[in-house]
């Protein structure tokens, strides 16, 4: 374990803090920050805690918590739009971050940093690869996913092209389901995602929103490839690319909800499973939770409380009915399922994709998109909410 101001002190070491952050994605750094501000002593672990973020994170405005800086939103699209069976204007505002700047707003100078790997995390320790340990009254696990063949996971890739050229995509798009990536109808599922990332660039990336296992990068570069060229967009083939590929379900060791053993840290974050696992968002949700987590630590509450109310565990199972559903839809349907969603009332939409802590309202979105879906579909969502030894059953045949 070195301190990340000082490389070459490699000596193993003992320390003792309040709180332990480990991983310093955007979870862990929004925590560590969050904590400092509360007053809280924090020491934060990660392998490399300097590396520059480069992922394009995205959110919707209203999920932002208030107390982030204007200047991290890059760009704001005032009603975004979907294409799934005919255009859709959604009543939200999406907006696209400075990665590079969320980074630097999210400020570690009171915490003590150090680098290294985690590679025993318990309730009140951790043990770092070089023998140091640091000893504190919680441990947050901030290490994120990990890919793994069993897990549900989201790729895309994606290509930032000067927007006069992106222009003839149509976009900007949160969705456009359209068919023209030339893999055929019996193909699984992707779409265009179109995004301006400043005034001048514009990120076309093709992405599998989720599946087990999800599309080959190589896969979706030939459909956006295709796509690009059948709407007239000209690549010139020196486009800086973006290539996505995460777990959108939890971290090992974590079950999303499930109270950790009493000699186990508290995850945060994708680890956590906060991350919704049927769109695969969680910077915007971790952000917010990164406050409340912080005045927790400073009041004495419990944190995995705050973290998991009641209310925000039945959401959870509704949001894994809903990948289910995502995981079993043909492949011709998926099309038909999201025209059924943007069809919904924009509250409905909101609850579903956002608040973590309305079960009512997920259900209510679940429900109506259920009755307005084509009938072999509604079977779909319906067989999705049974419970999961039924879905193993049937996975073995019985
Ligand atoms: C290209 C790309 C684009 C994306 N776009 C969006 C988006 O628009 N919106 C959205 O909400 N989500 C998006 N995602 C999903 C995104 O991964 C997650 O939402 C987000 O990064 C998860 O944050 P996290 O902090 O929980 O975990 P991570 O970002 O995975 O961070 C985990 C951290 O833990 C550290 N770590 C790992 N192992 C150890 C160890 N043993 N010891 C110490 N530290 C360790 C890692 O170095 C890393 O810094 C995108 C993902 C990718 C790859």
Do not use: I, K, N
């Amino acid at each position: 374990m070195s301190t990340a101001d000082d490389p070459e002190d490699v000596r193993p070491v003992t320390m003792r803090t309040q709180v332990v952050v480990v991983g310093l994605g955007p979870a862990g750094r929004a925590t560590a920050s969050r904590l400092v501000a509360a007053g809280v002593d924090v020491v934060a672990v990660d392998p490399s805690p300097d590396r520059r973020w480069t992922p394009t994170y995205a959110a919707w405005e209203d999920e932002l918590p208030g107390w982030l800086p204007d200047e991290v939103v890059a760009t704001r699209t005032a009603h975004a739009r979907a294409w799934a069976g005919g255009e859709h204007r959604l009543d939200r505002t999406y907006v696209v971050l400075d990665t590079g700047g969320l980074q630097q707003a999210l400020d570690l100078s009171g915490a003590e940093v150090l680098r290294g790997s985690v590679v025993d995390a318990g309730a009140h320790q951790v043990t770092l690869d070089d023998g140091g340990s640091v000893e504190a009254d919680l441990v947050l696990d901030a290490r994120g996913t990990r890919m793994s063949p069993g897990r549900a996971a989201q790729t895309a890739y994606g290509l930032v092209v000067p927007a006069a050229r992106a222009a003839a995509a149509g976009g900007p798009w949160f969705m456009d389901w359209r068919s023209d990536h030339g893999a055929g109808p019996a193909a699984a599922p992707s779409f265009l995602y179109a995004v301006p990332l400043d005034a001048d660039r514009t990120l076309l990336e093709e992405t599998c929103l989720v599946g087990r296992p999800a599309l080959g990068l190589d896969e979706l570069r030939r459909r956006l490839e295709h796509r690009l060229a059948a709407r007239g967009v000209e690549l010139r083939g020196d486009e800086v690319v973006e290539r996505v590929r995460f777990s959108v379900e939890a971290g090992p060791g974590s079950r999303p909800g499930r109270r950790p053993p009493a000699d186990r840290p508290v995850a945060l974050g994708a680890r956590a499973g906060v991350m919704h696992p049927a769109t695969g968002y969680s910077v915007a949700v971790s952000l917010r939770l990164a406050e409340e987590v912080a005045s927790a630590v400073a009041a004495g509450r419990d944190v995995w409380d705050v973290l998991w109310p009641a209310p925000a565990r039945r959401v959870q199972r509704l949001r894994e009915m809903g990948l289910t559903t995502l995981l079993r839809l043909p492949p011709t349907g998926a099309e038909q399922f999201f025209a059924a969603f943007f069809a919904l009332p924009a509250a409905r939409q909101r609850a579903y994709l956002s608040d973590r802590d309305d079960p009512v309202g997920t259900l209510a979105a679940m429900a109506r998109m259920a009755g307005t879906l084509p009938p072999g579909l509604t079977a779909v969502a319906v067989g999705s909410a049974l419970p999961r030894w039924a879905h193993r059953r049937e996975r073995e045949g019985a």
